[in-house]
């Protein structure tokens, strides 16, 4: 396994008190220092802060939990979908947020914590996950909702990170985003359909939009008064943007596609404010984004059970695969 | 039928080689079905319904499992099985489209407008997923058959079914490799993974005399299709290498009754069917 092969390294819990700085370790800082303020990139085996590599573990795993769990609410629709193709696009879409899950964990193995130890850490209920899967898929219209406002404000969030000075996270990002931005023209697509359809067609998407709205518009996070790790991971050049710059860019994105659409955003507040140049939004229920995070929304016990399940029933496949590959290498040594 | 199979027919050109020689594959230039729909080409009553058992088979396993993707033992298979049933899924519409050219009907029309004793897939298709170990027993099975008949079928007579089967070829020869390596993996792994697999092989067994069953379609049929029995000692070769190798016994049991090609299935296909045509048949009429 990779994870024999790489460093241990603190992870969250585990830290072991910061020992005197050696020469080593001050040249490292120095060094980091100055490729953060030349906007370079650091790479996996560069020096770096032990927080950093904390900051970015933590970040890079509950990016690919989030892929793995958002797998679940439109997985829920393939055996459902109703059309021929529109099943296959789906598919197609759910399989990128795993191949999305593997390019992350290993962007995440690069700073040494291997993607077993990541996955017990989701498994265990100690690994955070985006809150907004949380939320039931209850309609095909979903499909369009997620897709356009979910993925839509993922992007949001996401390019930027194009440029994180992490590399190899940049760089996973650069790839992920391209996907994502397929996604999101899938879902704009469904909804479109739906909203030039039938009444009911019409009225589900509708639904879907007003039941994803306040959700997808939370995916930025806490207002920036209340965002208390922003602040050094836009010193560190991860995150470029704020999130209520992002939320703000998000805004007025949709507002526009949604005339297309021919639906209404669920706002009675939304509108563009000349003076300040920014879209005025409705005030969000943090109590309920709190909640959903503390394990509290409709689907968290759901979604965990799933992944659960998943992973045990698979453990005696996993064993057999182990089980063999020793038994080959065996074969090799004796030849 | 040679190799070098000549047909008048340029109309398929543009695709490449895998649809105008039907003997090659030409990756990137692959005929998709959305390309079959707009096309005039209208098989003979005997080819469609040939199409439609060649589509169903497809068609009911790649629902099967499609309910893998986020239950899988490790991402990659999570991954692997979804994109197999996107590839089975392909082949279906493209068979289906090209049935639906003759029998007046869409993709969708066949696929969630039919009751089910219109479908034509075998029992094999529509078994539950089981275990992982079902799932892969199943798919080898499916997989070593579906080889060696595109193998043969990018020779039919009727241009458009060896078109289709030569970019299903390429694709069902990974699922072969794929449910080869994970049957010999689970066959010689741990011993709980032996049992498992053993039982599973033991499971799926008795449907696999229905794939070389014969009726009166394939003397209609002639050139444009294969007749399964001729697939069968090669079958039975490849499937007891790989048996063998994964230190499993080829089991021996009773085949079940079959009929799946005269529209008697078992018992599960009602519940697979009921899933998928839900969303459709309360929306008569709309488009998604």
């Not at chain 1, 690919?64 to 393939?78: C, L, R």
């Not at chain 1, 030039?196 to 207002?223: C, I, N, S």
């Not at chain 1, 759901?302 to 005696?316: K, L, N, P, V």
Request: charged share 25%.
């Amino acid at each position: 396994m990779a994870a024999a092969k790489l460093q241990p390294v603190p992870t969250a819990g585990n830290e072991a008190p910061a020992p005197e700085r050696s020469a080593e370790d001050i040249a490292g800082q120095a060094y980091f220092d100055r490729i953060i303020a030349e906007d370079s990139r650091i790479e996996p085996k560069d020096w770096m802060p032990a927080a950093y590599r904390k900051t970015l573990v933590r970040q890079i795993s509950q990016h690919a939990h989030s892929e793995i769990i958002g797998m679940q609410p439109e997985a829920n629709w393939i055996t459902r979908a109703p059309s021929l193709k529109r099943k296959a696009i789906l598919m197609a879409k759910v399989q990128d947020e795993a191949g999305h899950g593997l390019y992350l964990y290993s962007a995440a193995e690069t700073l040494g914590t291997p993607r077993d130890v990541l996955n017990q850490q989701l498994l265990d209920g100690k690994a955070k996950y985006s809150s907004i899967f949380n939320y039931p898929a209850r309609s095909w219209a979903d499909m369009g909702a997620i897709g356009w406002l979910v993925d839509g404000a993922a992007i949001a969030n996401q390019v930027p990170l194009c440029r994180a000075s992490y590399g190899p996270y940049g760089r996973a990002m650069v790839r992920i985003c391209k996907e994502e931005s397929f996604h999101q023209r899938q879902g704009f697509e469904i909804l479109l359909e739906l909203s030039h359809g039938t009444p009911e067609q019409k009225q589900m998407a509708q639904d879907a939009v007003d039941r994803f709205y306040a959700p997808a518009l939370m995916m930025f996070g806490p207002p920036d008064d209340d965002s208390p790790n922003s602040k050094q991971s836009m010193a560190w050049n991860i995150k470029r943007f704020s999130n209520d710059e992002l939320r703000q860019r998000f805004v007025g994105m949709i507002v526009e596609q949604a005339k297309v659409l021919g639906l209404t955003l669920p706002d009675p507040e939304l509108r563009f404010d000349e003076e300040t140049g920014q879209w005025i939004h409705m005030e969000l229920d943090w109590q309920e984004f709190k909640d959903v995070i503390a394990g509290r929304g409709p689907c968290n016990a759901q979604r965990m059970a799933r992944r659960r399940e998943a992973h045990e029933d698979g453990t005696w496949v996993r064993e057999a695969a182990r089980a063999y590959a020793e038994k080959q290498l065996k074969k090799v040594g004796a030849a | 039928m040679t190799a070098t199979h000549a047909s008048p027919d340029h109309s398929l050109d543009s695709f490449g080689d895998a649809a105008a020689s039907a003997t090659r594959v030409t990756p990137g230039n692959a005929l998709r079905p959305e390309d079959i729909a707009v096309r005039p080409d209208k098989p003979s009553d005997d080819v469609a319904e040939y199409a439609l058992r060649l589509g169903d088979d497809s068609l009911i396993l790649a629902q099967r499992l499609s309910h893998w993707i986020s239950r899988g033992p490790e991402l990659e298979e999570d991954i692997a099985l979804g994109n197999i049933a996107l590839d089975l899924l392909g082949h279906a519409r493209s068979f289906l489209i090209y049935a639906g050219h003759t029998l007046g009907r869409s993709e969708d029309d066949l696929a969630y407008w039919r009751e089910e004793e219109e479908f034509r897939s075998a029992w094999l298709f529509e078994q539950p997923n089981g275990d992982f170990g079902v799932t892969i027993a199943r798919q080898l099975i499916v997989s070593i058959y579906q080889h060696l008949l595109y193998s043969r079928l990018v020779n039919s007579s009727d241009t458009m079914i060896a078109a289709i089967s030569a970019k299903a070829l390429k694709e069902v020869d990974y699922h072969r490799d794929h449910a080869t390596q994970w049957t010999l993996r689970l066959g010689d792994g741990t011993e709980e993974s032996h049992e498992r697999m053993q039982a599973a092989l033991e499971f799926v067994w008795p449907y696999v005399d229905e794939l070389f069953d014969e009726d009166a379609l394939f003397e209609r049929l002639g050139d444009a299709g294969v007749r399964p029995s001729t697939l069968r000692e090669q079958f039975d070769a490849e499937i007891a290498a790989v048996i063998d190798e994964a230190t499993l016994s080829l089991p021996a049991l009773p085949r079940a009754m079959g009929g799946g090609r005269r529209g008697l299935h078992t018992e599960h296909l009602g519940y697979l069917l009921a899933e998928m045509q839900v969303l459709a048949r309360k929306h008569p009429g709309a488009t998604w």
